[in-house]
């Protein structure tokens, strides 16, 4: 792995991204739209693993203008549907619910103990020298700026992020990169390709002005889940392509 800090040349270039001319890959246990606003992708009597868009809270916020969310949507099809990890409003990707408590609890353990892997698409600007890596920085909530989160190596708790050069557009001067969290703090992997001098594109809160105008929405998205069977201990794995 190399270090954690890289430098990068950027420029100044507004134009927003062509989504769909940059890569993408073909999703599997795709099944069908349940309620307006998610996909199912996967139903069973233990679970439930669904793709939540971006700009919809994983769950209701403070204030009447924050109550649709998607577990709230859910709900209404699966009324015994618990929410088991977050994604960020601005997020989109692949989440999953549990059906009881029991089960909830036994999902909730997979997490707390980092034995489900996880991993994310993002299109960051600028090139990534070297293509591969990781960052290990520290994070804490900026207490006087919420909800932003940033760096901190005195009260910050241990943050690790790999990366992987996906595609690099020189054309546009962005990277699409494979992201996958060893850690899950709030906001880490946005913060983290911001320390790196790569925002992710859309990125209201940590995004350059440039960056933050090649799309209308965060090119991040949660592509990858694994994890085991809460009933039987089966092997599960889901994919759920980007729309970008």
């Known amino acids: 792995m190399q270090a954690n800090v890289l430098s990068s040349k950027t420029r100044d270039n507004t134009r927003r991204i062509n989504t769909q001319a940059l890569l993408t890959m073909p999703s599997t246990h795709h099944l069908r739209p349940v309620a307006p606003g998610f996909e199912l992708i996967h139903a069973d009597s233990a679970l439930l693993v669904v793709n939540k868009p971006s700009g919809l809270l994983s769950v209701p916020g403070r204030g009447a203008d924050k109550q649709d969310c998607l577990i709230t949507r859910v709900q209404a099809d699966y009324p015994d549907a618990l929410i088991v990890h977050r994604l960020d409003c601005d997020t989109s990707g692949l989440l999953v619910l ?82 996958t969290p060893e850690t899950g703090r709030t906001h880490q992997l946005r913060v983290h390709m911001q320390a790196l001098g790569h925002p992710i594109l859309g990125d209201t809160l940590y995004a350059t002005p440039s960056a933050r105008a090649k799309a209308d929405r965060l090119l991040l998205h949660a592509e990858y889940l694994a994890f085991a069977h809460p009933e039987n201990g089966k092997p599960l794995n889901f994919t759920c392509a980007a729309g970008f």
């Open 98 to 179: 549990a059906r009881g408590k029991e089960l909830h609890r036994r999902l909730s353990i997979q997490f707390q103990d980092r034995q489900v892997e996880k991993r994310y698409v993002a299109i960051v600007e600028g090139e990534l020298a070297p293509d591969s890596g990781e960052v290990n920085l520290p994070l804490i909530v900026d207490w006087p700026n919420r909800p932003l989160h940033i760096v901190d190596f005195k009260t910050g708790k241990p943050s690790l992020t790999l990366y992987r050069v996906l595609r690099y557009d020189a054309v546009e001067h962005c990277s699409r990169v494979e992201l």
